[in-house]
């Protein structure tokens, strides 16, 4: 299997390192042989992906070999192909195909993030970071210096102002890298994909771990109640809303702000009605138990008071 490359200003050589090229002859080593890379850039795996690629793994074997590197101690660190290691493990795979290349800790990681942002169901929250920690690695600085230098020159342009000369460099670097992933350029990944690193932490992770389209995360970001915003989280993944649906219901939100309570109470009603009609709770036995101890306790309530 030939894998796309994507070339690497400033780092001669490592776009020919993502492939496999036809004088290595992949080599077949123990698994406990290879170690974990520290500082893989992905951290979450999706579990309804990974199953189909143990079963592919299963039925047609390890197509394409790992890349890997001497870790110094006659074993070697996994550098890109983490997916199809676990899923040999998973299968109780003694031993799989590598390549192993002598590489910098540099390159190691750059191929790390590329591998990373040439995944089909890469969503915009993996996106950002993988190309944010790719443009801190090649500038030598973190990713909140590019948040920064990306920042100060949208400002000095707004205003008119000449950049520094550093500014102005590190601006050109920036452009080169995003101009040869094809995908932004320097102020577009600015205003389109920048916002995503400032929207509350459990929207993050909900992107992050792929339950929800960036659309919808960003509609939801909006509800200012932390309760309400989780709830709406919690419905929208659920229930699978559309974007308009969850539109809908953060404009009934406002509105029920401005409502006095024993009005908003009648109307969360009238819907819970609905949604158990819709529902045919009653088709499951185990559910409607479940209603039906949830009823008693309301009507035990009401008579209390």
């Not at 290879?34 to 039925?59: C, G, T, Y």
């Not at 197509?63 to 074993?75: A, I, N, S």
């Not at 920042?151 to 102002?161: C, D, I, M, T």
């Not at 309400?228 to 509105?255: D, G, P, Y």
Request: proline share 5%.
């Amino acid at each position: 299997m030939v894998k796309k490359t994507i070339q690497v200003p400033q780092m001669r050589g490592v776009q020919d390192l993502l492939t496999i090229n036809e004088g290595q002859t992949p080599t077949a080593v123990s698994i406990e042989r290879i170690n974990a890379n520290p500082k893989q850039p992905r951290r979450w795996f999706d579990p309804a992906k990974m199953a189909k690629l143990v079963e592919s793994v299963q039925k047609y074997g390890i197509l394409e070999p790992l890349l890997v590197r001497p870790d110094g101690f006659g074993d070697y660190e996994l550098i890109a192909g983490e997916r199809r290691l676990r899923a040999a493990i998973e299968l109780g795979h003694k031993e799989v195909p590598i390549v192993s290349q002598e590489l910098s800790d540099e390159e190691a990681l750059s191929i790390s993030i590329l591998e990373n942002l040439q995944r089909e169901d890469l969503n915009p929250l993996e996106e950002v970071e993988a190309i944010l920690a790719l443009l801190a690695l090649n500038l030598k600085v973190t990713p909140d210096t590019i948040k920064s230098i990306l920042n100060e020159a949208a400002n000095q342009k707004k205003r008119k102002l000449d950049l520094t000369e550093n500014v102005s460099r590190q601006l050109e670097e920036i452009e080169n890298l995003l101009s040869n992933l094809g995908k932004f350029t320097a102020e577009s990944f600015r205003t389109s994909r920048l916002p995503l690193l400032n929207l509350p932490t459990e929207v993050l992770e909900t992107l992050r771990k792929g339950q929800l389209e960036y659309t919808k995360a960003r509609a939801i970001a909006r509800v200012k109640s932390l309760e309400k915003r989780t709830e709406l989280l919690e419905r929208a993944i659920k229930e699978n809303l559309s974007l308009t649906q969850i539109k809908e219901l953060i404009q009934q939100l406002e509105i029920n702000q401005q409502k006095p309570p024993e009005r908003v109470f009648q109307e969360r009603y009238s819907d819970l009605g609905r949604r158990l009609t819709q529902a045919g709770v009653w088709k499951d036995t185990k559910k409607y138990k479940k209603l039906e101890k949830l009823l008693n306790d309301l009507e035990q309530f009401l008579s209390e008071t």
